[in-house]
């Protein structure tokens, strides 16, 4: 492949060698090296700008699953050297919770993240990547449990829409609009029982009505 490292079989081959290095081999380095500088990566939390905001983010995450072990499922791809090459890598990784961080206070829970990350790459680097993981289940791993309650779990998550349908909302406006909400879930044998989901509908009002004028 053009512009890629001569040990690489095909892309899927270079996409799991990568993954590998960065997060069970640790190879930090090895971001800077096969990521362009400007490389844009766009997360549930927002988009992250340039290969060093990227490395800090993977040293957050190993702060926080020091073990973790990033097991490829599956790599779907196509493309060409000259128009560059997409990828769609689907990974499961276990580890243990065993630092600080957004998770919370260490716990030493075994945990299982699944994660799909898409990238376009080109002359040897990736340039953009799409990246979702299941942070709600791996939330509910590592779930706060009391004597004589649930299991019980508080998720934070953001939405972003477009207002395109008739509802409760009034007659489409086209508006883009952005939700955060809070969820509060109870599960008994790994079930949900009971769920409390709070989110600001003034807020999510006052967007649509600012953009349909």
């Known amino acids: 492949m053009k512009g890629f490292d001569p040990e690489f079989r095909d892309l899927p081959d270079c996409v799991v060698t990568l993954t590998e290095r ?6 930090i380095d090895a971001i800077r090296r096969f990521y362009a ?12 700008r340039g290969v060093e905001a990227g490395i800090g983010g993977a040293l957050a995450v190993l702060h926080q699953i020091p073990d973790r072990r990033p097991l490829p499922e599956d790599v779907i791809w196509s493309g060409d050297e ?3 090459f ?5 990974i499961l990784s276990p580890g243990t ?10 716990s030493g829970a075994e945990v299982t993240v699944q994660a799909i990350a898409d990238c376009f790459c080109h002359d040897g680097r990736i340039h953009e990547e799409w990246l979702v993981r299941d942070a709600a289940g791996l939330v509910r791993q590592i779930a706060r449990e009391d004597p ?25 406006t086209g508006a883009t609009v952005t939700m955060l909400g809070i969820t509060h879930s109870e599960l008994v044998q790994g079930r949900i029982l009971r769920e409390r989901v709070l ?15």
């Open 97 to 106: 919770h065993r630092g600080d961080g957004p998770l919370g206070p260490p």
């Open 148 to 172: 004589g309650l649930p299991m019980r779990v508080a998720t934070r998550w953001w939405m972003a829409a477009t207002h395109s349908g008739w509802g409760a909302f009034g007659r489409p």
């Open 199 to 213: 989110v600001d509908e003034l807020a999510l009002r006052t967007q649509i009505a600012l953009q349909a004028g």
């Open 22 to 27: 960065v997060w069970e081999g640790r190879g």
């Open 37 to 48: 500088p400007d490389v844009l990566v766009h997360t549930g939390s927002g988009p992250i």
């Open 86 to 90: 997409l990828s769609s890598h689907r």
């Open 82 to 84: 000259e128009a560059g």
